[in-house]
């Protein structure tokens, strides 16, 4: 089967349980392996957030890559989001 990355641009609140302080708005890029096409699941999206310790999901823009995109970049989040179905980075603190 043919996959792609799905890329989420979106915003989050810090849980306790990640690495970050508690109630820290930061900026999230996540990644979800999809079927090749597949719409875009904004859902799922913030699923994997939730499950990585993130509330307060906002979801702003998406994009995908394809498998050869993945494989020129060789980012570590999209192949490890390709191998293992997600991934989630974090950055700098939102100031408010």
Known sequence: MDF?????????TAQFGNSFTEGERHALHI???QN???EYDGELAMEIAERNYWTSIELFQVGRLSINAVMEKSEPWCLYALEHGDAIVAYDKIET
């Open 4 to 12: 792609e990355i799905h890329v989420f641009l979106a915003k989050g």
């Open 31 to 33: 990644y979800v392996r």
């Open 36 to 38: 090749k096409n597949a």
